[in-house]
């Protein structure tokens, strides 16, 4: 046995690990959630069908090649426990994991969401954001569908100009307001990414205000990219 594992082990045995969901002992082979609430998440398995409801969102606005969300959302669900640690509870290690979740689910076989994608890039927090947070999650999120793809993450050529009020009390249309034109690319943007298929991350898609405005901030500035959407979780109004 291997040291490593052996201090993994016994550490396991002194501070047994919970499943963030059921709290239930999580075996060594488990991280963050146990198997069985890991299957039980509500996935949406809109990276199969074109026209979803997540697609939807783009309709008129961006064009978009696809977009997919993981999972559903709604306040009473385990995925609300999941999203709350990832932005409220410092839970870096289980945005990095979600991220690893997402990969395996987007990248099967015959449906291979990620096919063609050239580079990852994060939805931006503002500065302000990031010093109080310390993290950005959604950037969590893309580097663990980054390490488990191997599809390098791009995290600097999109950035947030204003540091815009949350969006969690407001309705659809101050949404769109609170995140119209606040985002632009980098002058680095404009030589890397031409000609090639970005893959815009986001941790939650409520309205797709904030990822249409990172659309339109990268279209408006690099024509010639395709962009395509994933989200963890997709809530609704
Ligand atoms: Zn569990």
């Given at each position: 046995?291997?040291?490593?594992?052996?201090?993994?082990?016994?550490?396991?045995?002194?501070?047994?690990?919970?499943?963030?969901?059921?709290?239930?002992?999580?075996?060594?082979?488990?991280?963050?959630?146990?198997?069985?609430?890991?299957?039980?998440?509500?996935?949406?398995?809109?990276?199969?069908?074109?026209?979803?409801?997540?697609?939807?969102?783009?309709?008129?606005?961006?064009?978009?090649?696809?977009?997919?969300?993981?999972?559903?959302?709604?306040?009473?669900?385990?995925?609300?426990?999941?999203?709350?640690?990832?932005?409220?509870?410092?839970?870096?290690?289980?945005?990095?994991?979600?991220?690893?979740?997402?990969?395996?689910?987007?990248?099967?076989?015959?449906?291979?969401?990620?096919?063609?994608?050239?580079?990852?890039?994060?939805?931006?927090?503002?500065?302000?954001?990031?010093?109080?947070?310390?993290?950005?999650?959604?950037?969590?999120?893309?580097?663990?569908?980054?390490?488990?793809?191997?599809?390098?993450?791009?995290?600097?050529?999109?950035i947030r100009t204003v540091d815009n009020p949350t969006q969690t009390h407001l309705n659809r249309r101050?949404?769109?307001?609170?995140?119209?034109?606040?985002?632009?690319?980098?002058?680095?943007?404009?030589?890397?990414?031409?000609?090639?298929?970005?893959?815009?991350?986001?941790?939650?898609?409520?309205?797709?205000?904030?990822?249409?405005?990172?659309?339109?901030?990268?279209?408006?500035?690099?024509?010639?990219?395709?962009?395509?959407?994933?989200?963890?979780?997709?809530?609704?109004?």
């Amino acid at each position: 046995m291997r040291l490593p594992s052996l201090f993994n082990d016994l550490s396991n045995l002194l501070f047994p690990r919970k499943c963030l969901i059921c709290q239930g002992r999580l075996n060594p082979s488990e991280e963050h959630l146990c198997l069985n609430c890991l299957s039980q998440l509500p996935r949406t398995l809109y990276h199969k069908r074109r026209g979803n409801e997540m697609e939807q969102h783009f309709y008129g606005s961006i064009p978009v090649e696809r977009a997919t969300s993981y999972l559903f959302y709604t306040p009473e669900s385990p995925v609300h426990h999941i999203l709350h640690a990832i932005k409220y509870y410092g839970a870096k290690k289980l945005a990095i994991y979600m991220g690893h979740c997402m990969s395996t689910h987007l990248s099967e076989k015959e449906d291979n969401f990620l096919d063609g994608i050239d580079f990852i890039i994060p939805v931006p927090l503002s500065k302000e954001r990031m010093r109080k947070r310390g993290y950005n999650q959604s950037q969590l999120l893309a580097e663990g569908l980054g390490q488990s793809t191997g599809i390098p993450v791009l995290s600097d050529l999109l950035i947030r100009t204003v540091d815009n009020p949350t969006q969690t009390h407001l309705n659809r249309r101050e949404r769109w307001e609170n995140v119209q034109g606040i985002f632009k690319t980098t002058t680095q943007a404009h030589a890397l990414l031409q000609g090639k298929h970005i893959l815009l991350i986001d941790d939650v898609a409520t309205t797709g205000a904030t990822l249409s405005n990172c659309a339109q901030a990268i279209l408006k500035d690099i024509p010639n990219c395709r962009l395509s959407i994933a989200t963890l979780a997709l809530a609704s109004m």
